[in-house]
């Protein structure tokens, strides 16, 4: 069960604020956050775990609703270099990824000066 | 920091040929994985290992076989390779230990062409 994430893509001013958010149906133990840039690997960002709070690098911040099955990634002032595509994964079967992530299908986010 | 490497970032093969791509971390990582990753789908895990010789099927293990004679190496094998298998293809590894947060470190990737 692949997660959902929204929106499909969203173009911004450098300094403006994004929120990208990515739902899953099926019960969470973690989410995991990679940006990409194009023809790059994807680099991590963050591991969010169910009871844990919400966790921030500099600008860019994510949370977790264990209620709600979703997780969002916060990111604030926007600078060129957060241009890439936002992929959240999710466990597959065990909790915390050690049998791999379901990712979502990504979030192009670009910025423009 | 952590590395991964896989050996070549851009092969094209014929359909039918036999291809192996190779995957290198060097911090001495339980766990390795291979997914592919297409647009508009994401990326989808192929297979994944957490031990040495062990190999477990992930969500598109058809037409795909690994092996993982070493601890810090994992190949991913098409026997016969198809057209519908040009994709890119990324290796990844993390650490297995309970209580450890699993952290996937990718590789640069491999863009295969089968023609």
């Known amino acids: 069960q692949q997660p959902v994430q929204s929106p499909q893509a969203v173009i911004l001013r450098e300094g403006e604020d994004a929120v990208i958010n990515c739902s899953s149906s099926?019960?969470?133990?973690?989410v995991h956050w990679y940006r990409q840039k194009h023809g790059e690997a994807p680099v991590f960002l963050m591991i969010?775990?169910?009871?844990?709070e919400q966790k921030g690098h500099e600008k860019i911040s994510a949370s977790f609703n264990e209620k709600k099955q979703q997780s969002s990634l916060y990111l604030t002032a926007s600078q060129l270099s957060y241009s890439g595509t936002y992929f959240c994964?999710?466990?597959?079967?065990?909790?915390?990824?050690?049998?791999?992530?379901?990712f979502g299908k990504g979030t192009h986010l670009i910025i423009q000066p | 920091d952590v590395k991964v490497t896989q050996s070549s970032r851009y092969l094209v093969k014929r359909t039918g040929e036999k291809v192996f791509l190779e995957c290198v971390q060097d911090?001495?990582?339980?766990?390795m994985f291979w997914y592919r990753q297409d647009p508009g789908l994401g990326l989808r895990l192929i297979y994944f290992?957490?031990?040495?010789?062990?190999?477990e099927k992930g969500d598109i293990p058809e037409g795909y076989s690994v092996s993982r004679e070493k601890k810090e190496r994992f190949s991913l094998i098409l026997e016969s390779a198809s057209t519908n298998q040009t994709s890119m293809y990324l290796c990844?590894?993390?650490?297995?230990?309970?209580?450890?947060?699993?952290?996937?470190?990718f590789g640069p990737g491999t863009r295969l062409l089968v023609l």
């Open positions: 990844a590894s993390s650490l297995l230990s309970p209580g450890m947060l699993k952290t996937q470190y």
């Open positions: 099926k019960a969470l133990y973690s």
């Open positions: 911090m001495d990582h339980e766990n």
């Open positions: 290992s957490y031990d040495v010789k062990m190999k």
């Open positions: 969010l775990l169910k009871g844990g």
């Open positions: 994964g999710t466990d597959r079967i065990r909790g915390g990824g050690a049998d791999g992530l379901t």
